[in-house]
């Protein structure tokens, strides 16, 4: 059988979600931030929630997320998406409410409101994108900075006597009685980016059992701001982001 | 036990030639193309065609959704 007759939609096992409309992203080639928003895509048709589906979009490179998947959006100012998700979820409670954010929102600009919207028990989900630099910006350093890791700002690599350690949100929050699942994740690999879609799934899910948070570490690269190829860093995110951002779940309240 | 085979489409025009595909591919079935699409990437392609199972991983990785793909059991 030869390709032209095997291209026929009787035999179609993948294609793009209709939730991603056409416009091309933003993003640099091989950027995590687009398998995130195809999954999220994927999730929402999946789940038939697209009329139901609320996002909060950061300010970071996930900017502008609200121009590629066709649901409902809310950009908020750097780092308050929990802030504006708590009010949009608390208005309208059978909607499905995420925040999508950078560890540059979430964990440095935004760190109060992510703690609160938890520890309130907010029940909404954060996206929570994790490449251990600000992206946008041009690759400075942020309080997710690996030791050591080299950034703009950190030329010589992160000097934690002078620059501090680095800020493990995912285990912070877990402690939190507002919070009922946290994982943290990735999306280089077949296997990783399938446990990734199935642990969004999960959190939506727990949003509308009003169980509380969830946090969804998604563990990314940046090649634009690491200055490597997007292959090369896959392999330098396993070598040296895993060690100190390991995989799996933190919490889950089943 | 029933043979896979597989095919792609690349929408070269969204593709933006990360190579993430290619790597991912457990047959070596893609490459990326010597031409460039109107934004100047070296689009993904299926240079051994022959050996694509259509397990969809080059898909699933893809940043940029750019892959559809078939299959048939023969
Ligand atoms: C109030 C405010 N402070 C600072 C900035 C500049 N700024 C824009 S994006 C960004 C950091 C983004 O990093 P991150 O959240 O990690 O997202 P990434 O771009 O890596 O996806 C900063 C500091 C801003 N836009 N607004
Ligand atoms: S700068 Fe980094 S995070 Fe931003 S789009 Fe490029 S690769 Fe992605
Ligand atoms: S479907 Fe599988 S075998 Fe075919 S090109 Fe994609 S990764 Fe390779
Ligand atoms: S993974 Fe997608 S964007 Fe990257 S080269 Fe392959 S088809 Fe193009």
Redesign the pocket.
Known sequence: MNVKDIINPANLVYEKTTVMNDTPMHYCPGCS?GVVHKLLGEIIQEMDIQDKTIGVA??????FAYKYLDIDWQQA???RAPAVATAIKRLLPDRYVFTY?????????GTAETIHACSRGENIVFIY???G?????GG?M?P?TLPGMKSTTSPKGRDEKLEGHSLDMSKLLMHLDGVCYVTRQSVHTVASVRKTKRAIRKAFEYSMMNKGASVVEIV?T?SS?WRMSPADSNTWMEEHMFPVYAMGDLKDIE | MAKLKGAIVVNTERCKGCDLCVVACPSEVLALSNDANSKGYNFSFMEREDNCTGCAACANVCPDACITVYRVKL
């Open positions: 931030h950061p300010v970071g490179c996930g900017v100012a750097h780092g954010q950078g560890d540059g929102d979430l964990a440095a600009i994108i994790n490449n630099i600000y992206g946008m910006t400075q942020a997710t990314s940046c701001g």
